[in-house]
């Protein structure tokens, strides 16, 4: 019984492995760019699930008591409540850690050197675009990379335009 509920180290030191780990996990995370999951190719698919793999022992540090993975997982739900809440407190945090959309088409023509900074290829902004049953992108105002990943656009025809002067 004390296997399974003794702790191998201090609470502590879980508290703060998980803490550290979190944090350099959402950094590498906002520095891999801006993919929603189903976007993801499967070599960043694959890498998260190696990331995850790799930093297990750096949180537990080797320690397999439920006692251990209940503190390392509740410290990381309450990370993660704390980043959603000052994000939303805070726009420049949420901004750092969240980013900033990036317009990729602007009055019916790509943004080249957007599409390279978030390294998207012009045939995944098609095939994106496609699922949202746009054929060709000529036809939009705006595709903007939202923050989370998704690609937000707006047609043409979408587009209110003053009515011209009728005489009145």
């Known amino acids: 019984m004390h296997l399974m509920f003794g702790l191998a180290f201090p609470y502590w030191q879980f508290v703060v492995r998980a803490a550290v780990v979190y944090v350099f996990i959402l950094i ?8 929603e999951i189903g976007q993801m190719g499967a070599g960043e698919f694959v890498a998260i699930l190696l990331i995850s793999n790799a930093v297990q022992n750096s949180m537990n540090g080797g320690d397999n008591s439920i006692t251990g993975g209940i503190i390392l997982s509740t410290v990381i739900v309450l990370l993660s409540l704390m980043v959603a809440y000052l994000t ?19 009055n019916g023509k790509l943004v080249r050197k957007n599409l390279a900074k978030e390294r998207l290829s012009v045939g995944q902004l098609k095939t994106a675009l496609r699922r949202q049953g746009i054929h060709d992108y000529r036809e939009l105002t705006e595709a903007i990379l939202e923050s989370d ?17 009728l005489g009145f």
């Open 149 to 165: 990943g998704y690609i937000s656009v707006t047609k043409q025809s979408d587009v209110w335009h003053e009515p011209e002067h």
């Open 28 to 35: 590498l995370l906002r520095l891999g760019g801006k993919r």
């Open 88 to 106: 939303y407190k805070s726009k420049k945090l949420e901004n750092l850690i969240q980013g900033t959309p990036t317009i990729l088409i602007h």
